[in-house]
Structures are given as C-alpha cells and as structure tokens.
Nanobody
Framework: QVQLVESGGGLVQPGGSLRLSCAASGSIFSIGTMGWYRQAPGKQRELVARIDSAGRTNYEDSVKGRFTVSRDNTKNMVYLQMNSLKPGGTAVYYC????????????????WGQGTQVTVSS
C-alpha cells in the first residue's frame, strides 16, 4: 500500500507565495513521474506541473515562470513552489505519483493524495 500526504496549503493574498510538499510512503521500490494537479470548484482536475525521475519537467501554460516543481528522490518527496499566485489559483491541489512496487515488475501504478486546499484571496 502506498500513501501520499500533501502539506503546505492555506490562504494567501494575490501575489503571494506558497510551497506545497508531498511525501510518498509504503510499498515503494521506485517512483517514476510525480506531479501536481488541481481542481477548482465546478471544474475538472487539471495538470499543474510534473517531474520525471530524471528531473525533466513540464508545466501548464498559465503557471510557467511562476511555479516550480522539484523532487527529492532520497526522501520520496515532491514539491511545488508557487509564486505570484492569482485568484484563479484557488483550488484543491493533489499530489500524484507513479509507483513501482518491486524490482521484478516493470509496471508503475498511479496514486493520489487526499489534496490540500489553496485559497488565493485578499
């Protein structure tokens, strides 16, 4: 069993910054791509940013230049530094990780965290 636990959400004023963290634990042999998604009220969940095991990243267009995704493979953690936050950034942010359970398998399984609320408001 694998658990992903997010932290770092909260209330921030427009233009402010927050750093989200996500810790993966459990039956993990290795982790492939890790990422952050968000879901605003009444909208579908969307990709914000992701990073593969080699450190290659990609971002949703509206956050490029403002958000930075990073990871610490020794700790099975992924981070999202969010700067210059806008009211449109208000959403529940979810961590996602593709996990391989054992070295004999080539299959990665996707896992989600419970989400952390980010509210951007004055």
């Amino acid at each position: 069993q694998v658990q992903l636990v997010e932290s770092g959400g909260g209330l921030v004023q427009p233009g402010g910054s927050l750093r989200l963290s996500c810790a993966a634990s459990g039956s993990i042999f290795s982790i492939g791509t890790m990422g952050w998604y968000r879901q605003a009220p009444g909208k579908q969940r969307e990709l914000v940013a992701r990073i593969d095991s080699a450190g290659r990243t990609n971002y949703e267009d509206s956050v490029k230049g403002r958000f930075t995704v990073s990871r610490d493979n020794t700790k099975n953690m992924v981070y999202l530094q969010m700067n210059s936050l806008k009211p449109g950034g208000t959403a529940v942010y979810y961590c996602n990780a593709d996990v391989k359970y054992r070295w004999t398998s080539s299959t990665y399984y996707g896992h989600w965290g419970q989400g952390t609320q980010v509210t951007v408001s004055s």
